[in-house]
């Protein structure tokens, strides 16, 4: 069934046979639901269009009944359906006529601007077609509604009128556009159009003539001057040339678009709404709904705001959002007010961009009455005003956007600032740094305009052949070093698009490693390395200095887009973004005002996001590297950074110090996961004290000792250990034995191409033997023997851990009773040992010891046959170790000490479905499923427990106790080795 509003109401059945759907009443009801074909419409919005503002008592019920009587005259054709919020037509919206106009004459639009005016022709005229008289003729009230499909009716119209001027039309278009001149004498569009028609037709005089008419009624009017566009066909209709097509008035750029997929689908969504309707508001109240949506006619967002750093491409994103904005038909003007120094200058930059001229002058400041003639030049238009660069001018700016806004409701503004306007019902689209694999084809894009030869495509895979389009026959295959180098390159300039393009441009005159070299120089963990006087910082900046010569100074260079923005700050801002350079890797609030000094840092903070300076997440503060590196900088000119440097160092050795013993608890996970995100800071602490307070830096490395073995491996601490005992030198300080045995440990690589570690681990082993005090932090016994192996007998590594009362040793020495007895052939008291230890393990809440006893013991009860109590106990494990992997601290993971599992746990004849993934994990082990991909990675000892059946007596051979613990390493130390293995006899 077909039906038709754009006219009297029609209605035609699929053989052809009109339906009469009743009087004025069911005419007017039937044609509020087609407006919304297929939706539902509320009962107080049908309501309203049949009884207008004063409906009659009962006026619910009346509705129902007219409801029901339209129902039966459609029959069978169409379905009214009730719903829970009103009543909709059950039918497809392309067989109303009006929505089957807006969707042809939309693809005639776009057939338009994609160049292919037969086919828009076609649409546009198939779309007119349909129109049978005024639309809406049985609503007479639904002024809007009436108003809305005018307009888009005149829209077709001149795309038409467009497209037939591109086909070589002329003769025949001149009386069709004077009359629509005639009912529309401000329409631009239509004059130019009527110029060249007339031009076409062999008739330039009238052509000029024309364009006088709509300078006079334009200045009388308007007080405006013909737009640009009108002015250049204007002109070239003097010099005789052919006109050519409608030019846009959004900035061509000559390069390609990146990136920016989402971010450009949002704005597109934002600005058009979603089906035209109303997008989602910011906010929830009455007053936040004033900007984001407009009864006449924008049905989209009336504020949208692209927020981020400098650099960040907020300029070039809203230009593409504007010019798919403009190909839907839709005026669009862009107005940039980076070059603006006073903020009462913007109301003539808007002008001078829609090329209105100045009025006779009247009461009233001048800034006032450019106002006034703005909002006259917007209050009957439909335009999308782009204010690009308003951060300098915020306050200046957001009073005019909220002006033009509340008195043009065909006006909608994009703007771009790194801070928000701070507007009622603004939307904010936050503009983030590119991630890595959008940043590499940035890269090598603009790289390829400087050097054809490079090879394209960071994110394909490495080694496939990658030929840069273009330059068939000269571009070469990208290699895995190459696509590695981009990646640094990258990740060194924070994935910001403008340090990019400016990187990319660099390869003129160095190659790829040279530039990521000298990118690679990271800001130190501390700001710049002290003696070198800011040289990462600096030589990042000097290296992107040549940039695009037509830009503005403050954005043509890497260091002038930081300092536009470090300018805007006021003077505490500026001072906490200084001291914000000492932190690496970001801190949460509480430790910027504990290291910084500065009161309420949290809301000098929060106005430190708000201009972008900083990104905050999950309660951490963080500034980009790029600007971090610029803070450096202006850091290292205070009086005294040091002393900084000595706060920030102070508080990680009390957050270490305070970590330590929860860390062997029940609040484990958490502060594990804290001391990761502060893993940065933690080490620029050790790097800093190391320099200044040996004594401190040990307190902190022995604090961080059993952290850094949960969280993984140990190779990239290493070089912090050998520079601390490089400065601590061969004997312990006073009171600090335990920490400097930590310390030696640390340097360990356990590669076997150290000829120095024997010696050292013979230094450790004396120490610990010389201990006469309790040992304060019981994971030093872990460590050792993981290190360094079974130096110490039985009875010192007894001794050294009963003489502490700390309940987590205890455990732990009962783990170690319990692997001596299993060892020795003594199953019953190693499970006695183990259960002992799991007991005390979850007194003090610890996973990692759980998860180490939970495993032996799993293997007693499989060893006897008990397969449903071994689940029961590999399933807790299990758990832990899911919680550790959902809660997995650093990139690695915590693989460190968990158990080792080798065999499956089933009863005899049940055959495990491999499909199975709880089982396959059990199969693998609780150690295994804890152990991240590439953990380990060779830089350390691969340990691998053979337990021993203690059903068989301890000479038996393999698997018997006689052959003791097996422990696979890179190196030869300590031990006969046989077949890649050493040997540890018990009790060793």
């Not at 049905?299 to 190909?327: D, F, M, W, Y």
């Not at 299990?878 to 550790?884: D, M």
Request: some cysteine.
């Amino acid at each position: 069934m077909r039906f038709g509003i754009l006219g009297p109401l029609a209605l035609r059945t699929d053989d052809g046979a009109s339906l009469d759907p009743g009087g004025p009443r069911p005419r007017a009801l039937l044609t509020l639901l087609l407006l919304d074909a297929g939706r539902t419409v509320s009962v107080e919005r049908l309501i309203d269009g049949l009884y207008g503002a004063r409906p009659p008592a009962g006026a619910a019920n009346a509705l129902q009944s007219q409801v029901s009587r339209l129902r039966r005259r459609l029959g069978p054709h169409a379905r009214i359906e009730a719903t829970p919020a009103g009543y909709r037509v059950a039918v497809p919206p392309d067989t109303v006529d009006a929505h089957l106009f807006e969707q042809l004459s939309g693809e005639g639009r776009s057939a338009l601007a994609a160049g292919d005016p037969p086919r828009a022709a076609a649409r546009l005229r198939e779309a007119l077609a349909l129109w049978r008289g005024p639309a809406l003729p049985d609503l007479p009230d639904a002024y809007a509604e009436v108003a809305r499909l005018d307009e888009l009716r005149l829209a077709a119209v001149q795309d038409r009128i467009e497209a037939d001027l591109a086909l070589g039309g002329g003769p025949g278009l001149v009386p069709e556009t004077r009359t629509l001149l005639a009912a529309h004498p401000l329409s631009e569009r239509l004059y130019g159009q009527l110029m060249r028609a007339l031009h076409a037709s062999g008739r330039p005089a009238e052509a000029l003539r024309v364009y006088e008419e709509a300078r006079r009624v334009l200045a009388d009017e308007l007080g405006a001057d013909p737009s640009p566009e009108l002015s250049t066909l204007h002109r070239e209709l003097l010099r005789g040339q052919d006109p050519g097509p409608r030019r846009p008035r959004v900035p061509a750029q000559l390069t390609r678009f990146i990136g920016r997929d989402t971010e450009l689908a949002r704005i597109a969504a934002l600005l058009t709404g979603p089906d035209g309707s109303e997008p989602a508001l910011s906010g929830s109240g009455p007053a936040d709904r004033t900007l984001s949506r407009s009864p006449s006619r924008a049905s989209g967002a009336r504020l949208v705001t692209l927020t981020g750093p400098g650099g960040a491409g907020k300029t070039r994103l809203a230009i593409e959002a504007a010019r798919a904005h403009e190909a839907a038909s839709t005026s669009v003007c862009v107005t940039e007010l980076a070059s603006l120094t006073d903020g009462a200058q913007i109301p003539y930059a808007v002008l001078a961009a829609l090329g209105v001229r100045e009025g006779l002058r009247g009461p009233g400041s001048p800034v006032a009455q450019a106002t006034e003639r703005l909002l006259a030049a917007l209050e009957e238009r439909e335009l999308l005003l782009v204010l690009d660069n308003c951060e300098h001018l915020v306050e200046e700016a957001a009073r005019l956007v909220g002006l033009l806004l509340g008195g043009c409701p065909g006006l909608q503004v994009l703007a771009t600032s790194r801070e928000s306007l701070g507007i009622t019902g603004e939307i904010l689209v936050p503009v983030p740094p590119l991630p890595p694999e959008l940043a590499g084809h940035l890269f090598l894009d603009r790289a390829r305009a400087v050097r054809p030869d490079l090879g394209s495509g960071i994110g394909i895979g490495i080694g496939q052949d990658i030929t840069a389009p273009g330059v068939e026959g000269h571009a070469r295959v990208a290699g895995p070093s190459e696509h590695a180098r981009v990646a640094d390159i990258c990740a060194a300039l924070d994935g910001l698009p403008l340090a990019i393009e400016l990187a990319a441009a660099r390869l003129r005159t160095l190659t790829m490693d040279d530039l990521a070299d000298r990118l690679g120089t990271r800001l130190g963990t501390h700001g710049p390395t002290p003696g070198t006087v800011c040289a990462p910082a600096t030589d990042r900046f000097r290296l992107l200095s040549r940039g695009d010569r037509t830009k503005a100074p403050r954005h043509r260079t890497l260091r002038a887009v930081v300092e536009w923005s470090w300018e805007l700050l006021d003077e505490a801002e500026r001072e906490l973004a200084r001291r914000l350079a000492v932190f690496s890797g970001g801190a949460t609030a509480e430790a910027v005002e504990a290291v910084c000094g500065v009161p309420y840092a949290e809301d000098v903070l929060a106005s430190l996001v708000e201009k972008s300076l900083v990104e905050v997440a999950d309660g951490r503060y963080r500034m980009l590297e790029t600007i971090r590196a610029y803070a450096a900088e202006r850091l290292a000119g205070e009086n005294d950074p040091q002393r900084l440097r000595t706060a920030h160092a102070g508080y990680f050795l009390a957050l270490a110090e305070r970590a330590e013993p929860v860390l062997r608890g029940a609040g484990q996970l958490p502060w594990l996961e804290r001391l990761t995100a502060e893993h940065g800071n933690l080490d620029a602490a050790l790097r800093h004290l190391t320099h200044t307070d040996s004594g401190a830096a040990l307190r902190l490395m022995a604090s961080l000792s059993w952290f850094w073995r949960l969280r993984g491996p140990q190779s990239e601490h290493l070089p912090l250990a050998r520079a601390l005992l490089a400065a601590v030198g061969e004997v312990p300080p006073p009171g600090l034995a335990e920490e400097y045995a930590l310390c030696v440990m640390h340097t360990v690589a356990g590669r076997g191409d150290d000829p120095g570690e024997p010696e050292r681990l013979a230094r450790v082993a004396a120490v610990l033997r010389a201990l006469e005090e309790p040992l304060r932090l019981p994971s030093t016994m872990v460590i050792w023997s993981l290190v360094g192996g079974p130096v110490l007998s039985v009875e010192e590594e007894i001794r050294a851990v009963q003489m502490s009362d700390d309940p987590w040793g205890r455990a732990l020495l009962d783990v170690g009773l319990a692997y001596q007895d299993l060892f020795a052939g003594r199953p019953a008291a190693s499970e006695a040992a183990f259960t002992r230890a799991l007991d005390g393990f979850r007194a003090t809440g610890d996973r990692w010891g759980m998860a180490n006893c939970l495993d032996p013991l799993a293997s007693f009860a499989d060893w006897r046959g008990e397969y449903g109590r071994a689940l029961e106990l590999l399933d807790e494990g299990l758990a832990h170790v899911r919680e550790k992997l959902r809660r997995r601290p650093g990139p690695r993971g915590g693989a460190a000490g968990l158990p080792l599992r080798t065999a499956v746990v089933r009863p005899p004849g049940h055959r495990r479905a491999e499909a199975d993934p709880h089982r396959a994990l059990r199969g693998h082990g609780l150690g295994g499923a804890a152990r991240p991909q590439g953990a380990g990675g060779g830089r350390r000892p691969v340990l691998r427990r053979d337990r021993p059946d203690p059903r068989r007596p301890a000479h038996e051979g393999p698997g018997g106790a006689a052959r003791g613990r097996d422990v696979r390493r890179h190196d030869g130390r300590h031990g006969h080795r046989c077949g890649g293995r050493r040997r540890v006899r018990p009790g060793r």
